[in-house]
């Protein structure tokens, strides 16, 4: 009777040590504020509307992400910054696949 009862209390104990490792991991890509990289790296000085109104080529979006890499006080490292291209490239680029390069199409059919 006395260990069934140890037994329980170990295993109670076990599954509030894993409840709590589970609350302590660090956000997942499957957090939506954490996926995308404007949101995590780039809102400090300005708001993102400063980011989605531009219609740049790709390349214009790594030589912006370079020079917001200068600024004071903003330390993006170069994985970062290549992070944020990908994204930038993949969703704003009007000549990413993102939806600019379906504006830009119809744009030049004008
Ligand atoms: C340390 C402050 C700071 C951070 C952080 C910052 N920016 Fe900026 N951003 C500025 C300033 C200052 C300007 C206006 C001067 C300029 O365009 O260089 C600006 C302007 C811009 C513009 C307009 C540029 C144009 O040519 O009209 C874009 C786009 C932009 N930022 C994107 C970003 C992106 C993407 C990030 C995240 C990687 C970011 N910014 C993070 C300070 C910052």
Redesign the pocket.
């Known amino acids: 009777m006395k260990n069934r009862a140890m037994m329980i209390a170990v295993l109670l104990m076990l599954a509030a040590g894993l409840s709590l490792l589970a609350a302590n991991r660090p956000a997942t890509a499957a957090d939506p504020a954490r996926e995308n990289p404007?949101e995590r790296?780039?809102t400090?000085?300005?708001g993102l509307d400063?980011?989605y109104e531009?219609k740049?080529p790709a390349v214009k979006w790594w030589t912006?992400?370079r020079?917001?890499?200068t600024?004071?006080?903003?330390d993006?490292d170069v994985a970062q910054q290549k992070e944020?291209f990908a994204y930038?490239k993949a969703e704003l680029a009007v000549d990413g696949p993102g939806g600019r390069q379906k504006a830009l199409d119809k744009a030049l059919e004008k």
Do not use: E, P
């Open positions: 404007l790296y780039c400090a000085c300005h400063r980011i531009k740049f912006t992400i020079r917001m890499s600024y004071d006080g903003f993006l944020v930038l």
